[in-house]
T-cell receptor, first 116, second 115 residues
Framework: AQKVTQAQTEISVVEKEDVTLDCVYE???????LFWYKQPPSGELVFLIR??????QNEISGRYSWNFQKSTSSFNFTITASQVVDSAVYFC?????????????FGTGTRLLVSP | EAQVTQNPRYLITVTGKKLTVTCSQN?????MSWYRQDPGLGLRQIYY???????DKGDVPEGYKVSRKEKRNFPLILESPSPNQTSLYFC??????????????FGPGTRLLVL
């Protein structure tokens, strides 16, 4: 089955702490894409990153970094020096081909609370 | 500005009263989809459309209908809403139905409360 697991339901940290959000996926496909989306309290979904299955290079964007490891089927997201504005629900998602068309499957999300 | 719009953003209704949530995109995207978001369940796909007049069920289609008469619009119809359809709904679109690398762009969401 094609599936995304975000085992951490909620994480609370104090500002300036580093925090890692875990994402484990299952897929039979060799070609797939992984995504992270942020959902702030206002409710919209903000696209953060896309990573294809053939590119295992880690990526850093400011305080955000992503660690993709095919050997463990994980695509973890780390926020360095967290800030209150990072408080949100974060979703990991898997895109694969299903009978000729693309399908996107989401994890259940991790709520991150950053307190001052 | 490239975007996906949804209307209304907030809706309170009563059981059994038919309603439609509109979704429109201005990017000439082929693929459009509806999701619902519920606490602890993430986003689940309701229906999707690969192009005009081509629609199919997602993972949780019961109680919903869709249509795709024009490329830009993909309305979600609840013929007889029930309280278990209270949820946050997202419309999304992407350029190519058959390309796994395409990123989906999401609308702002519609919060629906069915009393």
């Amino acid at each position: 089955a094609q599936k995304v697991t975000q085992a951490q339901t909620e994480i609370s940290v104090v500002e300036k702490e580093d925090v890692t959000l875990d994402c484990v996926y299952e897929t039979r496909d060799t070609t797939y894409y992984l995504f992270w989306y942020k959902q702030p309290p206002s409710g919209e979904l903000v696209f953060l990153i896309r990573r294809n299955s053939f590119d295992e290079q880690n990526e850093i964007s400011g305080r955000y970094s992503w660690n993709f490891q095919k050997s463990t089927s994980s695509f973890n997201f780390t926020i360095t020096a967290s800030q209150v504005v990072d408080s949100a629900v974060y979703f990991c998602a898997l895109r694969f081909m299903n009978t000729g068309f693309q399908k996107l499957v989401f994890g259940t999300g991790t709520r991150l609370l950053v307190s001052p | 500005e490239a975007q996906v719009t949804q209307n209304p953003r907030y809706l309170i209704t009563v059981t059994g009263k038919k309603l439609t949530v509109t979704c429109s995109q201005n990017m000439n995207h082929e693929y459009m989809s509806w999701y619902r978001q519920d606490p602890g369940l993430g986003l689940r796909q309701i229906y999707y459309s690969m192009n005009v007049e081509v629609t199919d069920k997602g993972d949780v289609p019961e109680g919903y209908k869709v249509s795709r008469k024009e490329k830009r619009n993909f309305p979600l119809i609840l013929e007889s809403p029930s309280p278990n359809q209270t949820s946050l709904y997202f419309c999304a679109s992407s350029l190519d139905s058959g390309d796994v690398q395409e990123t989906q762009y999401f609308g702002p969401g519609t919060r629906l409360l069915v009393l």
